[in-house]
């Protein structure tokens, strides 16, 4: 049956028989989304109809939303149109894992005139002064659950400072460099482009059962060389049994991770049963997680 509810005065329209919903979250979407600032570019791995992906689009983040389940992602686009945030969720139905391998790899030069098409048709009227990629304002959603890398290029957010390569990637965004980004005249309405292999500010991975188990995908999806600015949040959700601790959960993470995590932060979600919890494991991408490129990588990808 479909039905309608609301959260933090966005609307959600599902089919209970169909999607997850789960209105004892409310309180954690709020949390999360309340931790994104406008222009954030998050990733929603297990995204559902859209309980973080909306509101944060509200927000003015730009989102890649994803989920295996068709009638999720059929609903996430509905609930973004009712919501009059579709320029902002960007929807892919697939798993979370080759999703987030689509969405970090860098374009081949290879696919480059397939690209300034797709960016011809795609890309929101450019926006800020000096983007290569300035053309028409025709068909913006045509490029989602596209992965050959330019439709990502014309599909988000904010501009990022630039910093070297050898530079602290780990390092806060400068606030010089933050305030004239956010004083370039903008002339559309929509998000400004974003390349998310360069930049992303937070991953969501809510899915308690498995999520730890595809933390392995972050081992060497962020290439060194394109990343600018501070490493993405992970928020990876987990349930902790009693026979479970912080350390345990902590140290499976970071096996599957291959890398140890510095500052992990668990927050209590709820309860879900006498003797176990849900929770969220929130930490910076670790920089051991990062790719270090081959200098036949490099020459390929440069032309
Ligand atoms: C616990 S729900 C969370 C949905 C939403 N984020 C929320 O907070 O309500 C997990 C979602 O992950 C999706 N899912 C399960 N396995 C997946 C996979 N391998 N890749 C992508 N999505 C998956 C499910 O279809 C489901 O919508």
């Known amino acids: 049956m479909v039905t309608e509810v609301k959260q933090y005065g966005a609307t959600f329209r599902l089919d209970y028989g169909l999607v997850y919903w789960n209105s004892r ?15 954030d570019v998050i990733c929603d791995m297990f995204a559902g109809i859209g309980p973080f992906s909306i509101p944060a689009g509200q927000k003015g ?6 989920d295996l389940n068709p009638d999720s ?25 080759v999703f987030m391998q689509s969405l970090m790899a860098v374009p081949d030069p290879e696919t480059k005139s397939k690209c300034q098409f797709v960016a011809a048709n795609c890309c929101s009227e450019e926006m800020v002064s000096g983007n290569e990629h300035s053309t028409s304002n025709e068909n913006q959603n045509d490029v989602q659950e596209s992965f050959d890398g330019s439709s990502m290029v014309n599909t988000s957010a904010k501009r990022r400072q630039e910093t070297s390569n050898e530079g602290d990637v780990a390092c806060q965004e400068d606030a010089n460099q933050t305030k004239k980004r956010n004083n370039k005249k903008v002339k559309s309405s929509g998000p400004l482009p974003v390349k998310p292999w360069e930049h992303i500010d937070h991953v969501l991975m809510n899915l308690p059962a498995s999520a730890l188990q595809f933390l392995d995908c972050f081992d060497g999806l962020v290439h060194k060389r394109y990343w600018k600015g501070s490493l993405p949040w992970i928020h990876c959700y987990c349930f902790i049994r009693s026979s479970e601790s912080e350390e345990s959960i902590l140290c499976e993470a970071q096996n599957k991770l291959n890398a140890k995590i510095a500052e ?5 979600v ?7 919890a849900m929770f969220c494991l929130s930490f910076r991408l670790p920089v051991e997680c990062l790719k270090e490129e081959t200098e036949d990588h490099i020459r390929s990808v440069d032309g």
């Open 270 to 276: 709820r309860d879900v049963a006498p003797n176990k």
């Open 73 to 97: 992602i059929l609903y996430l686009k509905t609930n973004a149109k009712i919501n009059k945030v579709e320029d902002y969720i960007f929807t892919y139905n697939m798993d979370a894992r």
């Open 61 to 66: 983040c730009v989102v890649y939303a994803n």
């Open 264 to 268: 992990p932060i668990f927050h209590r």
């Open 25 to 39: 979250l409310e309180h954690e979407h709020i949390r999360l989304v309340s931790l994104f600032k406008k222009g």
